[in-house]
């Protein structure tokens, strides 16, 4: 799991700065359900956190099959509009 943190370019995502100036770094997590299908959990992906086609399904598959997958990083405020508009679309999600 530690491996895709490295893999997470915040330079990728939509409204995440790479200078966090004092605010810590801190991982959205998406967190795997038996709820919901691939393609809806790769639409939300690429909808609300910018992910393209690929990276989508890289993440879905790795939280299906390892229970959870670090989908973007930045300072705790910037990550809660994202934790937000995906527990809106009921997706299980942290900020770790």
Not at 24 to 29: A, D, E, P, R, T
Not at 35 to 62: K, N, P, R, S
Not at 69 to 75: A, P, V
């Amino acid at each position: 799991m530690m491996g895709n943190r490295n893999k997470m370019s915040t330079k990728e995502k939509p409204g995440i700065k790479e200078d966090m100036g004092n605010d810590k770094m801190h991982f959205l997590v998406l967190h795997n359900d038996d709820i919901h299908t691939f393609e809806y959990v790769i639409q939300c992906l690429m909808e609300i956190c910018g992910h393209d086609a690929i990276q989508a399904e890289q993440c879905t598959y790795l939280v299906h099959f390892r229970g959870s997958c670090d989908i973007l990083r930045g300072g705790y405020s910037q990550l809660l509009p994202f934790r937000k508009d995906m527990t809106a679309k009921e997706l299980k999600v942290t900020i770790d």
